[in-house]
């Protein structure tokens, strides 16, 4: 009525989607992006461009190392001789990995998670110089030292980033942010492969060139990520600086009043009762964390262990057999990587409104489903002459599967799983869990190529088992508090939460300005933090 009294903000209809409330909960600033984007360009996308690099000039690089042998000794290489260099140079990677994951809780305590990142790039410009130069320096040493810096960094980018995009985003966007971590891992293997072709740097004279470019990205995070903000939860709980911690937090969630996401992280600080970071063993051994701690462990191996670096192997295989030209194959591969690049996009897309447990359940399942139907095709291969193109067809769906869902999420579930004192301890347990299972399958598939096409049948049960673990145990994490989650969690591990948790825990949800009185927390205002 005009002229009457103002009640739009009474209006049932503030929160419905294209409302303002809406809008502020879609917001997305440039600060976050940048940090997003290129936090990940200098470590995900390195370890996934590290992944496919060595693919290429795997030729070149054993006659380089027939040829310096033969310089230094007089005599050439023996077969066996070159096999361990290359097999030395290909795991030592894994090596360098589990280093790094071991290295993480020290760094992130140190210097935080922006600084860890920081300092990292150090690794990846000086493996960059070692693998670039090793020919010219005619040491194969130098190219194996250098895979080893190389994997280093990987181990502590695949902890440190996670964790970073874990507390600079707001929870409704979480999974979003982090799924960064798993597009850029895959473009980096897209990357690979496409710089890996003869055309460009995948020639005897230019594959240096391809250890070199390993520098760039790494040089653009230390052009950037030095101007946008360290973790607020970090500055705020583990440095008490409250300022800095305020101004990450406008930075960020861009907008001035961050009074409600400040006072979620106090009352999340008071709840865990404890001001130093947890080591491994304090957190192992807590019953309080023992499922999320399980979790995250089976996740994590199941990601390694699922078969897709199996699938790696056999495509150009397939391939052959469906008549395609040798020099065809490699523009073919090519769509492997873009389906992963795409897949992973997408997942990053839907996951706030899917949810986190749903994806990776699909994505187990699907792979189990595919591997079930590519063995009985790859069965009667030689039969029918079509049967080659609808195994490459499942190969394509098992990489499209993978990346929808296991393929990042447990990055992401790991720094939702627990609150902050207990985070770097996690993120160090996932790192070694994920490199000593990616060193496993390294050793063992060898092994198992003799089961020739069944040996996709054991990656289904890895699948399977995953999936159905995941089904009974996990809870979904979107768009809740790190305190909800863990009170999710409370039944299974049998550690009911105490009345001043809970009490907290309804001041995080509200994230207002709360008041204590006659010994009971007063609960003042509606409005949710964004954290």
């Given at each position: 009525v005009r002229g009457g009294p103002d009640t739009s903000m009474d209006c049932p209809c503030k929160n419905m989607p294209g409302s303002h409330s809406d809008l502020d909960w879609i917001r997305i600033t440039a600060c976050l992006v940048n940090a997003a984007f290129f936090g990940a360009l200098g470590s995900s996308y390195l370890y996934g461009y590290n992944l496919s690099v060595v693919n290429a000039p795997a030729l070149y690089?054993?006659?380089?190392?027939?040829?310096?042998?033969?310089?230094?000794?007089?005599?050439?290489?023996?077969?066996?001789?070159?096999?361990?260099?290359?097999?030395?140079?290909?795991?030592?990677?894994?090596?360098?990995?589990?280093?790094?994951?071991?290295?993480?809780?020290?760094?992130?305590?140190?210097?935080?998670?922006?600084?860890?990142?920081?300092?990292?790039?150090?690794?990846?410009?000086?493996?960059?110089?070692?693998?670039?130069?090793?020919?010219?320096?005619?040491?194969?040493?130098?190219?194996?030292?250098?895979?080893?810096?190389?994997?280093?960094?990987?181990?502590?980018?695949?902890?440190?980033?996670?964790?970073?995009?874990?507390?600079?985003?707001?929870?409704?966007?979480?999974?979003?942010?982090?799924?960064?971590?798993?597009?850029?891992?895959?473009?980096?293997?897209?990357?690979?492969?496409?710089?890996?072709?003869?055309?460009?740097?995948?020639?005897?004279?230019?594959?240096?060139?391809?250890?070199?470019f390993l520098a760039l990205p790494a040089l653009l995070q230390l052009c950037v990520l030095p101007f946008l903000p360290e973790s607020p939860r970090f500055l705020l709980m583990e440095r008490r600086d409250e300022a800095g911690a305020e101004k990450a937090f406008r930075a960020f969630l861009g907008k001035k009043d961050v009074s409600k996401e400040l006072e979620e992280v106090h009352a999340e600080s008071r709840a865990q009762n404890t001001l130093h970071m947890a080591s491994v063993t304090e957190l192992m051994l807590n019953p309080a964390l023992r499922w999320q701690v399980i979790t995250v462990m089976v996740t994590m191996a199941c990601y390694q262990l699922c078969g897709l670096n199996a699938i790696w192997y056999y495509t150009n295989g397939i391939l052959r057999d469906s008549g395609f030209a040798e020099n065809v194959i490699p523009y073919i591969v090519l769509s492997t990587g873009g389906i992963e690049t795409l897949a992973a996009v997408v997942s990053g897309l839907v996951i706030e409104r899917i949810g986190r447990r749903p994806l990776l359940i699909f994505g187990f399942s699907a792979m189990a489903f595919f591997f079930g139907l590519l063995t009985v095709f790859l069965n009667f291969q030689d039969q029918y002459s079509w049967m080659p193109y609808l195994s490459f067809t499942c190969i394509l769906a098992v990489i499209a599967s993978f990346c929808s869902g296991p393929g990042g999420i447990p990055f992401v579930l790991t720094g939702e799983l627990f609150e902050q004192s207990y985070r770097p301890a996690a993120f160090m347990i996932a790192g070694i869990v994920n490199w000593v299972a990616n060193f496993a399958v390294g050793l063992l598939f060898p092994f198992m190529q003799s089961l020739q096409t069944y040996a996709f049948l054991v990656f289904l049960v890895v699948c399977v088992l995953g999936a159905v673990y995941l089904y009974f145990i996990l809870p979904e994490t979107k768009n809740k508090t790190f305190m909800d989650i863990s009170q999710s969690f409370a039944k299974i591990n049998k550690v009911p939460l105490g009345d001043k948790e809970i009490e907290n825990e309804l001041a995080i949800k509200a994230g207002s300005k709360e008041v204590e009185k006659n010994g009971k927390v007063i609960i003042d205002g509606e409005m949710e933090s964004s954290f």
């Open positions: 690089i054993k006659k380089f190392y027939n040829q310096t042998w033969t310089e230094r000794y007089g005599e050439p290489i023996g077969a066996d001789m070159v096999t361990m260099l290359w097999s030395i140079t290909v795991s030592i990677f894994a090596i360098g990995g589990l280093l790094g994951a071991l290295c993480v809780t020290l760094l992130t305590k140190l210097i935080g998670r922006k600084g860890t990142l920081l300092l990292n790039n150090g690794f990846a410009v000086i493996a960059a110089l070692l693998l670039a130069l090793g020919e010219k320096a005619r040491s194969f040493e130098m190219l194996i030292i250098g895979r080893f810096i190389m994997g280093v960094d990987s181990g502590i980018a695949l902890s440190a980033l996670p964790m970073y995009l874990g507390e600079i985003s707001p929870r409704h966007m979480r999974g979003s942010i982090g799924q960064f971590n798993s597009i850029l891992i895959c473009l980096g293997v897209f990357t690979g492969q496409v710089l890996g072709l003869p055309e460009l740097l995948g020639q005897e004279s230019r594959w240096n060139f391809l250890f070199a």
